[in-house]
C-alpha cells in the first residue's frame, strides 16, 4: 500500500472499543479526504449507545500537492488570555418532550494555563456536562465558552471538530484503546490522522511511551497489558499533538481511576498530572475519589448544576 493512503479496518467486539471522542468524526468537513475517524453509527460514535459489532474505517488519503489539514482558523473570536478555559454564564438545558431539564446553571469557570483541576459532586450534578462543553462535544444554551482565547461558543461543527482534533484530549475509565493496534500505534494514531510526518511521529510516539515507562511494552496490545498500562498508553494518546499545539492542550479525564485498584490508580494519576504538566497542557478531572481530588492544585464541587465552591 502507498504511503498515499493508510487503511485500518476491524470490527468493535465490546462496548469498550466504542470509538467515541477521541477519534473525531471528520464526515461532511473539508478535512473528510484528508482524515477520517468514523463508526457505521454517528450516534455511536459520540458516545451514546455501543459500537460492538461496528465495522471502523480509518483512512488518511493525500492527492498529490496536497496540503496538511489546517489548523481552526485565528480571527475575529481570538482573545489573549492566560486563562486556557474561560466559562462565562454557561447554562445548558435539555428538552425531554414538553420537558425543560437543566443540566448547568449560569455556570462560570477560568482555568489558567498549565493547571490541574479537579470537578467534583455527586451523580447528576452536572460534572459531565461540563467536561463535555469544555471538549466541544456540546453547545451551551446560554453563555460563551472560550477556549484557548477563541470563543467556540457559535462555532460550526467542522470547526468544533478541528478545535478538539488539535486542541481537546480524552482520557476514560475504560480506557477506549483499539484492541487490534499495538500500544504504539495507539499513540501514533491521533498524529496519523493529523497528517504528521512519519518521521516527526516516530520521535513523538517514543518520547511519549518512554515518559509513561512503556518504551518496551510499544509492540504489545491492549489486551496483553494491565489495566495501569492501559491507562498510560492512553494518557500518552491523550498528548499525541501535531508540533505547536501542545502547548495548548487540553486533557479531560473523566474517572481515570475509576476502573484501577487503590495503589495503581495513585501512580496513573501521578503520571497524569506530570505528564500533562510537563508537556505544557492543562488537565481537568471529573472524580469521586477525595484522594485523586487531594493531588490537583484546585478543586471545584457542584451541586445542581452550578459550581458551589
Not at 18 to 40: N, P
Not at 134 to 159: C, F, K, N, Q, Y
Not at 276 to 299: F, S
Request: include cysteine; glycine fraction near 10%; proline fraction near 4%.
Amino acid at each position: 500500500m502507498s504511503n498515499n493512503e493508510i487503511k485500518v479496518l476491524f470490527t468493535a467486539s465490546t462496548p469498550a472499543q466504542s470509538c467515541a471522542h477521541h477519534l473525531e468524526d471528520c464526515t461532511g468537513t473539508r478535512e473528510a479526504q484528508d482524515a477520517c475517524a468514523i463508526c457505521s453509527s454517528k450516534a455511536d460514535s459520540r458516545g451514546g449507545d455501543s459500537c460492538a459489532g461496528r465495522t471502523f474505517f480509518i483512512s488518511r488519503r493525500r492527492s498529490v500537492g496536497a496540503t496538511s489539514p489546517q489548523r481552526p482558523a485565528v480571527g475575529r473570536n481570538q482573545m489573549s488570555s492566560e486563562n486556557v478555559i474561560d466559562l462565562d454564564s454557561v447554562s445548558k438545558i435539555y428538552r425531554m418532550g414538553e420537558i425543560k431539564v437543566p443540566a448547568l446553571r449560569g455556570v462560570s469557570l477560568r482555568v489558567k494555563r498549565g493547571a490541574a483541576i479537579g470537578i467534583m459532586g455527586p451523580s447528576g450534578s452536572g460534572k459531565t456536562t461540563l467536561l463535555n462543553l469544555i471538549g466541544a462535544l456540546d453547545r451551551p444554551t446560554d453563555g460563551r465558552v472560550t477556549i484557548d482565547g477563541v470563543d467556540i461558543t457559535h462555532m460550526s461543527e467542522s470547526e468544533l471538530t478541528l478545535v478538539r482534533r488539535n486542541k481537546i484530549s480524552f482520557v476514560f475509565q475504560f480506557f477506549n484503546l483499539l484492541p487490534v493496534l499495538t500500544a504504539y500505534e495507539n499513540v501514533e494514531l491521533p498524529l496519523l490522522i493529523s497528517g504528521v510526518p512519519e518521521v516527526e511521529r516516530k520521535e513523538k510516539v517514543d518520547h511519549l511511551l518512554g515518559l509513561v515507562g512503556l518504551t518496551e511494552r510499544a509492540d504489545h496490545r491492549p489486551d496483553e497489558l494491565s489495566g495501569g498500562e492501559q491507562q498510560r498508553v492512553a494518557i500518552a494518546r491523550a498528548l499525541a499533538k501535531p508540533k505547536g499545539t501542545t502547548s495548548s492542550v487540553i486533557v479531560l479525564a473523566d474517572e481515570p481511576t475509576g476502573d484501577l485498584d487503590t495503589l495503581t490508580g495513585s501512580d496513573v494519576m501521578k503520571v497524569l498530572i506530570d505528564l500533562t504538566k510537563g508537556e505544557g497542557g492543562t488537565l481537568i478531572v471529573v472524580t469521586h475519589d477525595p484522594d485523586v481530588g487531594k493531588q490537583m492544585d484546585k478543586v471545584y464541587n457542584m451541586r445542581d448544576g452550578r459550581i458551589v465552591d
